[in-house]
Nanobody
Framework: QVQLVESGGGLVQPGGSLRLSCAAS????????MAWYRQAPGKQREWVAS???????NYANSVKGRFTISNDNPKNTGCLQMNSLKPEDTAVYYC????????????WGQGTQVTVSS
């Protein structure tokens, strides 16, 4: 089992930055990839970015060039640096993880609220 705990959400003005963290514990060695998803009010959860243990990254078009996903493997922590934030980035952000045996992210954190507003 893997436990994930997000932190770093909050209120920020348009154009501002936030850095989300995801602390992993439990069966850390089983984690092959980590991802960030988000869910805005009234909308379905959407994938934002992902990173493998080897450092390969992918981003949704809506955040490419503004968000950066990273891993701090020695600290068992994943991060999402969010720059040039827009009101449409407002959502609950979730950290997720999976093993190499599946393409489904089956470990999830509780979520952290990000609100972009003036």
């Amino acid at each position: 089992q893997v436990q994930l705990v997000e932190s770093g959400g909050g209120l920020v003005q348009p154009g501002g930055s936030l850095r989300l963290s995801c602390a992993a514990s439990g069966s850390i060695s089983s984690i092959y990839a980590m991802a960030w998803y988000r869910q805005a009010p009234g909308k379905q959860r959407e994938w934002v970015a992902s990173i493998t243990r080897g450092g390969n990254t992918n981003y949704a078009n809506s955040v490419k060039g503004r968000f950066t996903i990273s891993n701090d493997n020695p600290k068992n922590t994943g991060c999402l640096q969010m720059n040039s934030l827009k009101p449409e980035d407002t959502a609950v952000y979730y950290c997720a993880a999976r093993s190499a045996l599946t393409t489904v992210y089956n470990y999830w954190g509780q979520g952290t609220q990000v609100t972009v507003s003036s």
